[in-house]
């Protein structure tokens, strides 16, 4: 049993054809097309527009919730619980099917968060690469590497066997599979998978007096004993935490991204960086 709230967007085409052609009952949630968007923004990254799903998942005791967005190329999935899954343990459960059949590849992960796919991809016979943030970006150096999967933080996926392009459908029906396969709830499939806590986005609007690269020559010299990226923006990797800070690619705002072995390691460093770049005059975007 699939919930799916297409936000009266575009993948209420595709879910309702999909579901014509494999078993399962459908439960749809704002399937009519309208651009007004009466029910929510169709913009499943922001964790309020997920709500409406996740009690509907609990509510139908559904065994997944699928959210895509506005023109259907993203998906964010909801566990039996009612809990939103990360989109690194979809990336990393997606990663470890194709590398099964495929061993030895590349798979290729952006900068925001990287512990779950690098370690399923490693474990499972595959090589990772590090991609800067941005759909153009990563398709082009999925092409470059002759990846056979990117998977981005913003839920969108990309396959090579689709030309290099990102798959909705793709994605869900590798989910599906699995979950098929498996016989277990999504909730445990995933959780064998994750190896990082990771500490969702917080985003901070620049203040006047420093700037982007002012903060982050700050943040290099207060972490110069980690390992430095400067791929795009900053990371700093540590055996048991990395954290990324980078500017948005469509907002004028530095965000913030942190990751590590425990949830208690990841608060303490979430509150030490905030109060490092709060210092510089950055305030946390409400």
């Not at 709500?51 to 139908?60: F, G, I, S, T």
């Not at 990336?91 to 059949?101: D, P, V, Y």
Request: hydrophobic fraction near 35%; glycine fraction near 8%; aromatic fraction near 6%.
């Amino acid at each position: 049993k699939i919930v799916a709230d297409a936000a009266n967007s575009m993948g209420a085409l595709y879910l309702t054809e999909l579901f014509k052609q494999i078993p399962g009952k459908l439960i749809k949630m704002n399937f009519t097309l309208d651009g007004s968007f009466p029910a929510h923004q169709p913009d499943p990254l922001q964790k309020k527009n997920l709500v409406d799903l996740q009690k509907c998942v609990r509510r139908e005791k559904a065994d997944l919730g699928i959210s895509s967005d506005g023109d259907g190329d993203r998906v964010f999935f909801i566990d039996e619980k009612g809990d939103i899954i990360a989109p690194t343990l979809i990336s990393s459960l997606i990663a470890r099917e194709i590398l099964r059949t495929n061993p030895g590849k590349k798979v290729i992960v952006d900068v925001r968060y990287t512990k779950n796919v690098q370690n399923a991809s490693m474990k499972y016979g595959g090589k990772s690469v590090i991609s800067k943030v941005g759909h153009a970006l990563i398709t082009s150096l999925l092409n470059k590497e002759s990846a056979e999967f990117a998977g981005e933080s913003s839920g969108h996926y990309f396959y090579k066997e689709r030309g290099g392009t990102e798959s909705a459908i793709l994605t869900i029906l590798y989910i599906l599979e699995a979950m098929n396969k498996q016989r277990k709830p999504i909730s445990k499939i995933v959780k064998e998978l994750e190896t990082s806590i990771e500490s969702g986005e917080i985003n901070f609007i620049l203040g006047q007096s420093v700037g982007e690269k002012e903060i982050l020559k700050l943040i290099a010299r207060d972490y110069k004993d980690g390992k430095i990226s400067l791929l795009d923006g900053i990371s700093v990797d540590y055996p048991d935490w990395r954290f990324s800070i980078r500017t948005s690619n469509t907002e004028p705002l530095l965000r913030l991204n942190v990751e590590g072995k425990t949830k208690k390691l990841v608060t303490e460093k979430i509150a030490e960086l905030q109060k490092k770049l709060i210092r510089t005059g950055a305030k946390i975007k409400d």
